[in-house]
């Protein structure tokens, strides 16, 4: 079975664009979690959907939203962007609404957005 | 608010057993959970604990004490592809979502 999936890899803009990073679950999965990982710290959470309704929000400017689609596909977008919003961007699918023993997150390898 | 603490580095040698703690501080959580990440790869989950006491995974252990806010990572047989980035991270109540908040990392250093 296919692992998470997220388009593109590696991604370039400058201050002031727009980004829409992409994420497929797992087959099966309803629930879709955005973190930021900036270099050398711990993944930091933007948003969970499950079932297609926001479920969680993190810390983040409203620069940042994001949507899940009927087939459970997620994407996130980042307007206005800052030198500070270069980071790597995960993606987590889970069967449940949050982590158990037997329903862990998995982790697509994340799109690495630079700022320049 | 909730933070947790880990260790940033720990350099141990092939065969040996490590251990990477965990300390917390959180308003309360489901469980305490381990990820595995390589060189900004996707983190891996390793490890959950629910429940205070030891979870046993191949070469790999995880325990949670709920009452002295503290939990940690075993690994034994240590090989060189333990060579990683671990983070501890929590489930905490906060509604109905799968929010994880993880700690910085550790970085384990696998030598020959």
């Known amino acids: 079975d296919a692992g998470v999936t997220q388009s593109p890899t590696h991604l370039i803009k400058t201050r002031g664009q727009h980004v829409t990073l992409r994420c497929s679950p797992i087959?099966?999965?309803?629930?879709v979690s955005w973190y930021q990982q900036v270099l050398g710290q711990g993944p930091q959470f933007i948003f969970q959907?499950?079932?297609?309704?926001?479920?969680g929000r993190g810390n983040f400017p409203d620069r940042f939203s994001a949507r899940q689609f009927p087939n459970y596909s997620s994407e996130l977008n980042v307007n206005a962007l800052l030198l500070g919003d270069s980071a790597l961007y995960l993606c987590?699918?889970?069967?449940?609404?949050?982590?158990?023993?037997?329903?862990?997150?998995?982790f697509g390898d994340g799109t690495r957005l630079s700022i320049l | 608010g909730q933070s947790l603490e880990q260790p940033s580095e720990v350099t141990a040698v092939e065969g040996a057993i490590v251990q990477i703690n965990c300390t917390y501080q959180?308003?309360?959580?489901?469980?305490l959970s381990w990820y595995q990440q390589h060189d900004g790869g996707a983190p891996t989950f390793l490890s959950y604990?629910?429940?205070?006491g030891l979870e046993e995974t191949g070469r790999f252990s995880s325990f949670l004490s709920r009452s002295d806010s503290y939990g940690y990572l075993l690994l034994q047989e240590l090989q060189m592809k333990d060579s990683a980035s671990y983070f501890c991270?929590?489930?905490?109540?906060?509604?109905?979502?799968?929010?994880?908040?993880f700690g910085q990392g550790t970085t384990l250093q696998v030598k020959p």
């Open positions: 959907y499950y079932e297609k309704e926001e479920r």
């Open positions: 959180t308003s309360g959580f489901y469980g």
């Open positions: 987590a699918s889970s069967l449940a609404g949050r982590e158990t023993t037997n329903q862990p997150q998995h």
């Open positions: 604990n629910a429940l205070d």
């Open positions: 087959s099966g999965h309803k629930s």
């Open positions: 991270a929590v489930s905490p109540y906060s509604g109905n979502t799968g929010k994880l908040i």
